[in-house]
């Protein structure tokens, strides 16, 4: 247990890194870039990323599907299967980049009516398109690699080396005003950048061992039930897409001043899609786990493993959303000014349905293990339906109060048929357990947040830029939450401080 410990800790950790240093390249990357190329030509590479971005649907959830195969294939001791699939998943990211080739030379041929940019402009889009046609086969096919290293809990490693290409791409924005790169230089060696990622995972590949040989396979009878499996993940996530992306296009709709209530979502979802952001790995640290427990098919281990994680990733989640929630006019008013302070319920309502989304991540990664997705596909489409229409009839009263609480009606329709039907039916747990297991660090987590709230705290001024006061009163909430909740933790005995050991401890011993 204790290997896993280290395994899931360290995850955690450099996961946790990678998602704040990708964060900090974007804050410090903008400003630079926007100022040294100017806003149009600035406005290029973002065309550029984004067409390139929206063709990655072409990956039909092969993500989930290739780990959740590999890591039970590895539990099961078929290794020779591993190795067929994974390098005729190597073809299929082949396949997949040629497509995505054609549709950038067709752009960078056909597409200037496509865009409203000069011809000079579009000159230079063209260039980044064919950059990006150049790196897209070794793009592609590294996901072929860091699939099977996630299947084989060396997702650790991965996190290391991305924050590695991220402290790299920080580099460059430095390198780009002392050498006055142009444009297309830049662009040019940030997707070089991105593509040479592959190297270090297809050496840790080798020299763990996880593949004999790096040549492409058409195996495709092997392939074949990955591929379909992968299918009902992709049809999993346009519902969910469908839910979360449908709401600013709602609001814009049907909102009585849609530009205003489109605004105003924008900014309370800025903390949110944050917290999103960092918890985006959870389910991939889980999956090789779950996987290979359902294959031993061992109830107790199952439901050992759903309660201690379902209150640790409680916890986690509640370390990120409950410092929101008791400061939140405070934040709001750092970041876009006391103005908006009046948005702040919707804020702390929507941290509360995360930490309720985000703690049936545990349990959630063994529903992905047991591959029976046909009932959670059509619960997710039905619920994202009923959130869209409680979004519309909401949004003439509440605008974007309708878009908070058709989210929260989406998230509890699933959580309830995740409790109801799914935990018990699909994956055999005991339900009362679970609920405990989640129950007791949020309770834990709002008498906590008894301090904040019931201390008087005076407005703290030592600057005379607002913004910096808000951002103290921020802190000194948050930090008269942190101290009580790790007190009640530990006191509570839901924590010991031996948890925390092994987190630095990037390998899998």
């Known amino acids: 247990m204790s290997q896993n410990k280290h395994y899931f800790l360290s995850s955690f ?165 002392y050498f006055k790169l142009s444009l297309i230089e830049y662009f040019f060696y940030l997707t070089a950048i991105v593509a040479a990622a592959i190297i270090p995972y297809v050496i840790k590949c080798k020299r763990d061992r996880l593949l004999d040989s790096l040549k492409p396979a058409t195996h495709w009878k092997e392939f074949r039930v990955v591929f379909y499996f992968s299918l009902s993940i992709f049809a999993l996530s346009l519902f969910q897409v469908a839910a979360t992306q449908s709401r600013p296009i709602v609001l814009s709709m049907f909102a009585e001043n849609g530009a205003e209530a489109v605004a105003d979502f924008r900014i309370v979802e800025v903390v949110p899609q944050f917290i999103i952001m960092l918890c985006g790995s959870l389910t991939a640290i889980f999956l090789p786990n779950s996987s290979q427990m359902v294959v031993k098919n061992d109830k107790i281990e199952i439901q050992n493993f759903v309660n201690t994680w379902t209150t640790r990733t409680t916890i986690f989640v509640c370390v990120l959303c409950f410092p929101f929630m008791v400061a939140a006019k405070e934040i709001l008013s750092a970041y876009v000014g006391a103005d908006y302070a009046y948005l702040s319920k919707w804020l702390m309502l929507w941290c509360f349905f995360l930490i309720v989304q985000i703690h049936s991540t545990p349990a959630f990664s063994f529903i992905l293990a047991r591959g029976r997705t046909k009932v959670l596909v059509i619960s997710t489409a039905i619920a994202s339906v009923i959130s869209i229409v409680v979004n519309i009839c909401l949004s003439r009263s509440v605008p974007v109060g309708s878009a908070v609480i058709g989210y929260a009606v989406y998230m509890m329709c699933l959580i309830g048929v995740y409790y109801l039907y799914i935990y018990k039916y699909y994956i055999g747990l005991h339900r009362l357990p679970v609920i405990r297991s989640f129950a007791v660090p949020l309770v834990l987590g709002f008498c906590a947040s008894l301090v904040p709230f019931c201390i008087s705290i005076p407005y703290i001024e030592i600057s005379s830029v607002s913004r910096i006061n808000f951002i103290l009163m921020f802190a000194v909430k948050s930090a008269l939450w942190l101290l009580p909740y790790g007190c009640l933790l530990l006191l509570f005995r839901v924590i010991k401080i031996s948890d925390f050991k092994g987190i630095l401890n990037g390998r899998n011993k």
């Open 13 to 177: 950790f450099w996961s946790t890194l990678s998602k704040v240093l990708n964060a900090i390249f974007g804050f410090v990357s903008v400003p630079i870039l926007l100022g040294y190329f100017g806003k149009a030509d600035y406005g290029l590479l973002s065309i550029a990323t984004a067409c390139n971005g929206c063709m990655h649907l072409l990956d039909l959830g092969m993500n989930t599907g290739a780990v959740k195969f590999f890591s039970q294939w590895s539990a099961e001791g078929k290794r020779d299967l591993i190795q067929k699939v994974s390098n005729t998943n190597t073809t299929f990211y082949l396949i997949i980049s040629a497509i995505n080739i054609v549709g950038l030379l067709f752009l960078a041929w056909f597409g200037e009516s496509f865009f409203t940019v000069s011809h000079n402009q579009f000159l230079k889009l063209r260039t980044c398109f064919y950059i990006l046609a150049i790196f897209a086969s070794v793009s592609w096919a590294t996901s072929a690699y860091t699939q099977l290293l996630t299947a084989f809990k060396k997702i650790a490693f991965t996190m290391q080396v991305h924050s590695a290409m991220i402290v790299l791409r920080i580099a460059l924005i430095f390198c780009v005003l």
